[in-house]
């Protein structure tokens, strides 16, 4: 059973950064796609971006040149910098991963979640 823990949440200003990591445990980290998706509330949780096991990455459109995502496979972990924060940024972030090759964008074909980290930017 893979377990992913996030970390790096935090209340920033508008302007400001912050970096997220997932460490995951009990799984084949380095064959996985692993994704970020984020949940403002009353909202649907929406893809952010991903980086498949050979470093290809996608991103939703509004966080190009914003965000990076990027993975350690020695640490079994994932990152996601988020620079030029906006209000708008502003969700419970959650780690995914998953063996699919295909519809990385879609929240249902990501088998493991983590238990989430909130990001909060002030205006």
């Known amino acids: 059973q893979v377990q992913l823990v996030e970390s790096g949440g935090g209340l920033v200003q508008a302007g400001g950064s912050l970096r997220l990591s997932c460490a995951a445990s009990?799984?084949?980290?380095?064959?996985?796609?692993m994704a970020w998706f984020r949940q403002a509330p009353r909202q649907e949780r929406e893809f952010v971006a991903a980086?498949?096991?050979?470093?290809?990455?996608n991103y939703k459109d509004s966080v190009k040149g914003r965000f990076t995502i990027s993975r350690d496979n020695a640490k079994n972990t994932a990152y996601l910098q988020m620079n030029s924060l906006k209000p708008e940024d502003t969700a419970v972030y959650f780690c995914?991963?998953?063996?699919?090759?295909?519809?990385?964008?879609?929240?249902?074909?990501?088998?493991?979640w983590g238990q989430g980290t909130q990001v909060t930017v002030s205006s």
């Open positions: 995914a991963a998953t063996t699919s090759t295909y519809g990385l964008e879609d929240k249902d074909n990501y088998h493991y």
């Open positions: 009990g799984g084949t980290f380095a064959s996985s796609t």
């Open positions: 980086i498949s096991w050979t470093a290809n990455t």
